[in-house]
């Protein structure tokens, strides 16, 4: 609860406040009903991201052991292969967790340990990115919105921060939070980007499910596992965005706050 207080406590115009952080800016979180639902939220969406984080590498560990036909790379070739997609490259990418389908150069770029492997983890990582390629060819309209949505998640998220610092500092000189709820709506871009991503999360693991079955590659118990494995890794999508929901409660709860001050 220290942290937080002292993220509360940063806005004071009062240096004094920021230096014994505590009882003024606690007392002032409790008479706010908004922030202290803000930090609540904040702490809960943390421990969740956390759980979700762990729970995935175990999933993904143990189901990199159990061996399939077929590496990630050939999943991935099969897979494009059989949807009429002849335009897309295979390439295998340095890291970990660095798989993603990049539409603007059309490649499915996968991580050594997806790319070289023949395992569950393998094939249903791999498989997932060409679900995301066919979401392309196919002009899926959540993957249109989301990249129709990149130019200006890219000004909100590096300009909203900023003038939500500047908003908070003139609502604590002036009392005008117009600039502070201007600061919010550029940095809420993150969250609107963040809840359209799940859709796209989603459906693109819903493709690769439904071609694994269909292609016969993995039998029954396989495609439980590739099943599993792949909800850990929405989850991870869904605990982002609501993390990010949080945020901009707990930064409209200091608004609100600070505006009533």
Same mark, same amino acid.
């Given at each position: 609860?220290?942290?937080?207080?002292?993220?509360?406590?940063?806005?004071?115009?009062?240096?004094? %406040?920021?230096?014994?952080?505590?009882?003024?800016?606690?007392?002032?979180?409790?008479?706010?009903?908004?922030?202290?639902?803000?930090?609540?939220?904040?702490?809960?969406?943390?421990?969740?991201?956390?759980?979700?984080?762990?729970?995935?590498?175990?999933?993904?560990?143990?189901?990199?052991?159990? %061996?399939?036909?077929?590496?990630?790379?050939?999943?991935? $070739? $099969?897979?494009?292969?059989?949807?009429?997609? *002849?335009?897309?490259?295979?390439?295998?990418?340095?890291?970990?967790?660095?798989?993603?389908?990049?539409?603007?150069?059309?490649?499915?770029?996968?991580? %050594?340990?997806?790319?070289?492997?023949?395992?569950?983890?393998?094939?249903?990582?791999?498989?997932?990115?060409?679900? *995301?390629?066919?979401?392309?060819? +196919?002009?899926?309209?959540?993957? $249109?919105?989301?990249?129709?949505?990149?130019?200006?998640?890219?000004?909100?998220?590096?300009?909203?921060?900023?003038?939500?610092?500047?908003?908070?500092?003139?609502?604590?000189?002036?009392?005008? +939070? +117009?600039?502070?709820?201007?600061?919010?709506?550029?940095?809420?871009? +993150?969250?609107?980007?963040?809840?359209?991503?799940?859709?796209? %999360?989603?459906?693109?693991?819903?493709?690769?499910?439904?071609?694994?079955?269909?292609?016969?590659?993995?039998?029954?118990?396989? *495609?439980?596992?590739?099943?599993?494995?792949?909800?850990?890794?929405?989850?991870?999508?869904?605990?982002?965005?609501?993390?990010?929901?949080?945020?901009?409660?707990?930064?409209?709860?200091?608004?609100?706050?600070?505006?009533? $001050?």
């Amino acid at each position: 609860m220290t942290a937080y207080l002292q993220v509360l406590a940063q806005w004071s115009t009062d240096v004094s %406040e920021v230096n014994d952080l505590s009882m003024r800016g606690f007392s002032t979180a409790m008479e706010n009903p908004t922030t202290m639902i803000g930090i609540i939220l904040l702490v809960v969406m943390g421990l969740l991201g956390a759980v979700v984080q762990k729970r995935l590498m175990s999933v993904m560990n143990k189901f990199s052991q159990v %061996e399939t036909p077929i590496s990630g790379a050939e999943t991935a $070739r $099969r897979m494009l292969e059989q949807h009429g997609i *002849h335009d897309v490259r295979v390439i295998c990418t340095k890291g970990k967790l660095t798989d993603h389908y990049n539409p603007a150069d059309k490649t499915v770029n996968l991580s %050594e340990i997806v790319y070289n492997c023949n395992s569950i983890t393998a094939m249903a990582v791999a498989a997932h990115e060409c679900g *995301h390629a066919v979401q392309h060819a +196919t002009a899926y309209t959540w993957l $249109r919105m989301r990249s129709s949505l990149v130019p200006v998640v890219n000004i909100g998220s590096r300009l909203g921060q900023i003038v939500l610092i500047a908003g908070l500092a003139l609502v604590g000189a002036s009392g005008n +939070t +117009t600039v502070a709820w201007i600061g919010l709506a550029l940095f809420a871009c +993150t969250s609107v980007f963040a809840l359209v991503t799940l859709p796209v %999360e989603f459906n693109a693991s819903r493709r690769a499910l439904v071609w694994l079955n269909a292609s016969g590659l993995a039998d029954d118990a396989m *495609h439980g596992q590739a099943q599993t494995a792949l909800k850990w890794a929405a989850m991870t999508y869904v605990s982002a965005a609501l993390a990010s929901l949080a945020q901009l409660v707990y930064y409209a709860g200091l608004i609100l706050g600070r505006g009533k $001050r």
